[in-house]
């Protein structure tokens, strides 16, 4: 028996590449929709943003450049002040209110360099004790031989008499005071000093301690440093600048200074 032969029915469904390319052409199409209408976009509204980004200062001195929907609410606004640029005056606020506290801390500096001076001419102290300004106040600075024996830190009853009078005019003061002991750079060692620094240490805490056990000053006032010879007045090279190098300096600090410390703290 010869088999029937089955007749196949043609499909009539697309070819699979037909899906394909027919999807291609749909993105293709919405891509290009998509670019038409992002072309189309208002030149006079994009030149302005554009210049706004280049300009900073529009956004903070300026109202918008873009036209808005209700500008009479917008002049409303400036017209009451509400839209006043309001970084002026807090600048210039802060300007003038650092002018007048430099000023003023000028000024209190100024009136106590005079005072110091007016004190050591009342007293006839020029001749023994030197006063000088710098950025950190009034230097006041004692030679060593009207305090000490050579390469000894005990205070001559000599020199007491300038001390008293350098802890009136501290009480009459607020300020804290730093006193600094200086060498020259000649050597020294010995059991109770090995070397410079514990010399001029010993002689700041010496003059420290007398200020404030005899005029009754606070402490907390005080603070003492000993530089040896790392810090000379004039080069170490004779009798005459040794002598001058020797010396304790008593710094009647400026009050900016001890507020910078304080902070620092």
Do not use: C
């Not at 919405?30 to 210049?51: G, P, Y």
């Not at 873009?66 to 600048?91: L, Q, V």
């Amino acid at each position: 028996m010869k088999r029937k032969e089955i007749k196949r029915t043609k499909s009539g469904s697309a070819p699979k590449w037909m899906v394909t390319y027919s999807d291609m052409v749909t993105l293709v199409l919405v891509f290009f929709i998509l670019l038409f209408s992002v072309s189309q976009i208002d030149e006079v509204k994009f030149d302005a943003i554009s210049e706004s980004f280049q300009n900073r200062m529009i956004f903070d001195f300026s109202p918008s450049p873009i036209p808005m929907e209700n500008p009479t609410e917008s002049t409303d606004h400036m017209e009451s002040g509400e839209m006043t640029n309001e970084f002026d005056t807090p600048t210039q606020m802060d300007d003038v209110t650092d002018r007048d506290a430099m000023e003023e801390e000028e000024d209190s500096l100024t009136d106590l360099v005079n005072n110091v001076e007016n004190y050591l001419d009342e007293y006839e102290l020029n001749n023994v004790i030197s006063a000088n300004r710098n950025e950190r106040g009034v230097v006041l600075v004692l030679q060593e031989s009207i305090l000490f024996d050579s390469g000894e830190a005990y205070i001559l009853e000599e020199g007491q008499p300038f001390l008293d009078r350098i802890g009136t005019l501290l009480r009459d003061i607020p300020n804290d005071v730093k006193v600094e002991g200086h060498t020259d750079s000649r050597p020294i060692s010995n059991y109770r000093y090995p070397s410079n620094w514990e010399l001029s240490g010993a002689r700041a805490s010496s003059v420290v301690r007398y200020l404030i056990n005899e005029n009754n000053l606070n402490i907390e006032r005080f603070s003492t440093v000993g530089y040896a010879d790392t810090q000379p007045l004039v080069p170490n090279t004779s009798e005459e600048n040794w002598s001058q190098n020797r010396r304790v300096e008593i710094v009647i600090l400026e009050t900016a200074m001890e507020e910078g410390a304080e902070n620092e703290n």
